[in-house]
């Protein structure tokens, strides 16, 4: 198995590391019933589940993406969609839905967990994933329009299909709205929010950082795409238990220093690093200035109080420019999408989509 790959099995077990998003780097409802109205509200995720098929898609010359197929084919189609650039998709994404109501899709972006080839930079920008999405919908052959649900970059990603394709999407879910700017970028390399509100966090980050390098995009792009395979796995461990650690409100220093265990992060870290330091591959501002595409889809919006990574302001900015959209903010959370707020605001929003 290549660096950077790992089975169904070892994605549970991977789970709670991957929520955080991308940082590694992560309604007025016309179509949709209010959570009231919903007969169905669990309080809890629905129990862990296999999928009934993973497939491979040939994507382009270099990339062939993995896939999962979930819950029951006749039901509703959902792309849930991973955060992170690079790190691939978990098992939990797929624990929101009811399985005999949705039909979930999951995959695995461009390099990134089990798709082929691991942590490849070529031909891996945003608009090649969400030509991606497309070509997915397209080889499943869902003719009916499709739910769309992602958090942090999944939320980017969410948008940028959307923006691209809003004549496919029935609703979109979306936590921890990311949207490629500047600002979002200094609070996620250690800057602005993050450093005042996690300044121990942000100094153990700096202080894995060799000699003569800081803690920007274009550093860890340089050491990710370095030789010196320890100091690559070195950085990009601190890297994870800095994400681990702003992520949450609460995240122990034992949660912190578990880390991944014996996950290799470094082809994940570098896609990560790849996309950061190309801006994302957005202009400035692009997603919401294209907002206006998205005034007749129904769309929750989902932030934490107190995310550092994704402040509230621009969750709140997306939310004033859409008329079917319905801002939640959650008292007493952060990013991270296992918080306990935030995830019972996830299942309330979902259930309103039965």
């Known amino acids: 198995m290549r660096a950077g790959q790992m089975t169904l099995a070892e994605g549970f077990e991977m789970d709670r590391h991957k929520r955080h998003g991308w940082a590694l780097v992560l309604i007025g409802l016309s179509a949709l019933s209010t959570p009231a ?12 589940a296999q ?27 959902l792309f849930a969609l991973h955060g992170g650039p690079g790190f691939g998709c978990y098992p939990r994404l797929a624990q929101y839905f009811n399985p005999e109501k949705f039909f979930i899709i999951l995959h695995d972006q461009r390099g990134a967990g089990r798709s082929q080839p691991a942590g490849e930079l070529r031909e891996n920008t945003t608009q090649h994933l969400v030509a991606d999405i497309e070509r997915l919908r397209q080889h499943l052959r869902i003719d009916g329009k499709i739910l769309v649900f992602g958090g942090s970059w999944g939320s980017t990603l969410a948008l940028a299909y959307a923006e691209t394709h809003p004549e496919q999407v029935a609703g979109m879910i979306i936590r921890g709205v990311w949207t490629g700017t500047e600002v979002e970028l200094e609070n996620g390399f250690g800057g602005g929010c993050v450093r ?3 300044p121990q966090a942000v100094a153990d980050m700096e202080a894995a950082l060799p000699p003569g390098s800081s803690f920007s995009p274009e550093s860890l792009f340089k050491i990710f795409n370095g030789d010196d395979e320890a100091e690559i796995r070195r950085v990009a461990a601190a890297w994870i ?3 681990v650690k702003v992520s949450q409100l609460h995240a122990t220093d034992e949660e912190v220093a578990q880390g991944y265990g014996d996950f290799d992060p470094r082809p994940g870290a570098r896609i990560d690093c790849h996309y950061a330091v190309n ?12 907002a206006d595409r998205l005034k007749d889809i129904p769309i ?7 995310d550092m990574l994704c402040p509230p302001i621009t969750a709140w900015r997306l939310h004033q420019r859409l008329p079917k ?8 959370a ?9 995830t019972r605001a996830l299942l309330a929003a979902v259930a309103a989509c039965e």
């Open 37 to 48: 109205q919903s007969t169905h509200q669990p309080a809890e995720l629905f129990p862990p």
């Open 51 to 77: 999928p009934f098929k993973t497939g491979q898609l040939k994507v382009g010359d270099l990339h062939t993406l993995n896939y999962y197929l979930f819950g029951n084919p006749q039901g509703k189609p």
């Open 196 to 198: 005042r509100f996690f």
């Open 241 to 243: 238990r800095y994400s």
């Open 279 to 290: 801006r994302f591959f957005l202009e400035e501002g692009q997603l919401l200035r294209d």
């Open 300 to 306: 929750t919006i989902i932030n934490g109080r107190y």
């Open 325 to 332: 959209s319905r801002l939640i903010i959650v008292e007493q």
């Open 334 to 342: 952060g990013h991270s999408e296992d918080e306990e707020g935030t």
